[in-house]
């Protein structure tokens, strides 16, 4: 299995750097990962609804010039359908089981997805109802990616 987490905004964090390292590694041995980040916008705070469209827009088109088009794309989107680990695991076992073996992940930047980004989504899956920092997110996701894989080999796994 391919999985790539197509992200806006580059990490600057070192403890984030490290985490995500830390998964990558861990996760090699069951798939391919690839971190795909593309720039972000700046945003002022006195953004009109206008402009952060504009800027969602600009932010959206960068993320899918890197979506191959045969790739089964999952949008991290707070609307998104919520699933428990066991759950998320059934659903990439499902995906590599019926030939989806090209999974992107899809994170937006601050303001969120375009609509376009929203349409070429497959599905949408939310972690919570809350709001995380995007740059959070992909270490959180790459933690229930490792955590879909053990639990799917029938590994041990903290829960």
């Known amino acids: 299995m391919h999985i790539s987490i197509a992200a806006v905004g580059k990490l600057?964090?070192?403890y984030l750097i490290q985490g995500i390292n830390e998964y990558t590694k861990r996760l090699s041995a069951y798939a391919k990962i690839e971190i795909i980040e593309v720039a972000d916008e700046?945003?002022?705070e006195r953004a009109s609804e206008l402009e952060e469209e504009q800027i969602?827009?600009?932010e959206g088109e960068r993320l899918l010039a890197?979506?191959?088009?045969?790739?089964?794309?999952?949008?991290l989107a707070i609307e998104g359908k919520m699933k428990s680990s066991e759950q998320f695991a059934a659903r990439l076992d499902e995906l590599a089981t019926y030939g989806k073996s090209k999974v992107v992940f899809v994170i937006g930047g601050s303001l969120g997805l375009s609509k376009q980004v929203m349409a070429r989504a497959d599905e949408a899956l939310s972690f919570s109802k809350m709001?995380?920092?995007h740059q959070l997110m992909?270490?959180?996701l790459l933690e229930q990616i490792y955590r879909a894989f053990r639990i799917n080999r029938g590994e041990p796994y903290h829960k």
Do not use: G, M, N
Request: overall charge positive; charged content about 35%; cysteine-free.
């Open 12 to 14: 600057k964090e070192k």
């Open 42 to 44: 700046k945003t002022s």
């Open 56 to 58: 969602r827009q600009r």
């Open 66 to 75: 890197k979506i191959p088009h045969d790739a089964h794309v999952i949008a």
């Open 131 to 133: 709001t995380f920092p």
């Open 138 to 140: 992909r270490l959180i």
